[in-house]
């Protein structure tokens, strides 16, 4: 790809060897194209997030007091505080299949394996894996077009495709919640340096691979590669639009350098929790951190508008020292009513908590093309496959709804559904992006009540 400042459409990006930079929208460059596919009704771009939290919750002390606006956050959710009329809080949705049924054993697996799908995997630890395709995946092959990347798929975990990881199902589906088809996964990628590239690089692999070389060897920025595109474009920009791209291209550099920092320092403590490569980061917390900072930035260029984060995956049993907590997440969360036990176990879902804390008041800080915030504009799921790890309850999970997709929804609330399936929802949040009458795992209709 030749260096230069192009577009296609009306999308602004800025490319060099084996670069390429996606730019938010700017308004002195004249405003993008609004078709109504994936926008609201502003024009704006409407992304989707579904983030995803290991090992169900202390309910007692994750629940919210009181329904409708009058609500009191609870001890787990004290983080969201600030945040409160930026999400609303469903109680009462389902993922049945998850439930043992004839299979008995494997909940671990059912959960993660069902938390987008709804639909019940088939128990093998071979290659003849199925289960179904995931909202996500259906959200990501209607918009396929009207982005550089279909979707992102994000973990903190080392993944795993092959063998049996829980009672005889295979691994994929407790390292899996995105599937593209019933037989095929998304992997989720857990490796930063990883990530930069699949949003900022460009070319072939080789061109990608010799542009990443050149820049360890000459310890350059890729935003090197694209300084000549870079001064092009500024030429086109009124004051304001030239502190917009600045402010955005230092972010870019901020994750890089952090990235940079990682590799640095080489392997995570904790071997065999996260990905075997180099330039994982050594803290977990700043681990979910870069990954969802590079989240952000995808969204902000819009060179993605769906992505998935299996933060943990269910049955990880990752120590959570840094926060005084001794014993394994999922050992714990066995905790058979042992006080002692629970209340470490609520402090890890505070720990979740604060992170996606951190999450929202990042898109909520960042202003979208038509003045309102990214979390406006977004519709953001949070939650887990499990609702009590105790019992591995596949009912009443514990899941958040942030954003307001544009208008549509109406945040500032607890609400009760009943029992009803989880797609529901998703089926509802496929329909604002304009994908009417989807159909999938056990969903019997959209969700309107949100």
Request: proline share 4%; aromatic share 8%.
């Amino acid at each position: 790809m030749n260096s230069g400042s192009e577009q296609i459409g009306r999308r602004r990006f800025l490319s060099g060897m084996g670069a390429y930079v996606a730019l938010p929208a700017m308004a002195s460059l004249g405003s993008e194209e609004k078709k109504a596919i994936g926008r609201t009704a502003t024009g704006a771009p409407l992304r989707t997030a579904y983030l995803y939290a290991p090992n169900g919750v202390i309910l007692d002390k994750w629940r919210p007091e009181g329904f409708g606006t009058d609500f009191k956050l609870n001890h787990s959710m004290q983080p969201l505080e600030g945040f409160r009329d930026d999400f609303q809080i469903i109680k009462g949705f389902d993922q049945k299949n998850g439930n043992p049924g004839r299979e008995g054993a494997g909940d671990h697996a059912r959960a993660n394996a069902t938390f987008l799908t709804g639909a019940r995997p088939l128990r093998t630890s071979g290659a003849n894996i199925s289960v179904g395709i995931s909202a996500d995946q259906l959200a990501a092959g209607f918009l396929s077009q009207e982005t550089r990347l279909a979707s992102l798929e994000l973990t903190c975990e080392r993944t795993r495709n092959a063998g049996s990881c829980d009672a005889g199902y295979s691994c994929a589906y407790q390292y899996n919640i995105s599937w593209r088809s019933k037989h095929r996964p998304m992997t989720p990628e857990s490796n930063p340096r990883a990530v930069f590239e699949r949003i900022y690089g460009s070319g072939t692999r080789k061109e990608q691979a010799t542009s990443l070389a050149q820049r360890r060897a000459e310890k350059r920025s890729i935003l090197d590669f694209v300084r000549e595109s870079a001064r092009t474009m500024e030429r086109k920009l009124d004051h304001s639009d030239k502190d917009k791209l600045d402010e955005y291209l230092t972010g870019v550099r901020e994750v890089e350098q952090r990235i940079e920092k990682a590799e640095k320092l080489g392997l995570p403590d904790d071997p065999g929790r996260a990905a075997p490569e180099g330039g994982v980061p050594r803290n977990y917390r700043e681990h979910i951190r870069i990954l969802f900072d590079m989240l952000l930035l995808a969204f902000k260029s819009d060179s993605t508008r769906v992505a998935s984060f299996l933060i943990g995956h269910d049955g990880s049993n990752r120590s959570f020292k840094h926060i005084g907590v001794s014993g394994g997440h999922h050992d714990l969360s066995h905790h058979g009513n042992d006080q002692e036990k629970m209340t470490r176990v609520s402090l890890i879902d505070r720990f979740y908590l604060e992170e996606f804390a951190y999450f929202l008041d990042r898109m909520r800080s960042t202003k979208d093309m038509d003045g309102h915030s990214l979390l406006h504009n977004s519709m953001v799921v949070w939650g887990s496959g499990l609702s009590d790890g105790n019992t591995h309850s596949h009912e009443d999970l514990p899941i958040i709804l942030a954003g307001n997709a544009g208008g549509k929804f109406t945040p500032g609330r607890h609400i009760d559904v009943g029992a009803t399936p989880l797609n529901n929802l998703f089926v509802r949040m496929l329909e604002e992006i304009g994908l009417s009458g989807a159909e999938f795992g056990d969903s019997t209709g959209s969700e309107k009540r949100i």
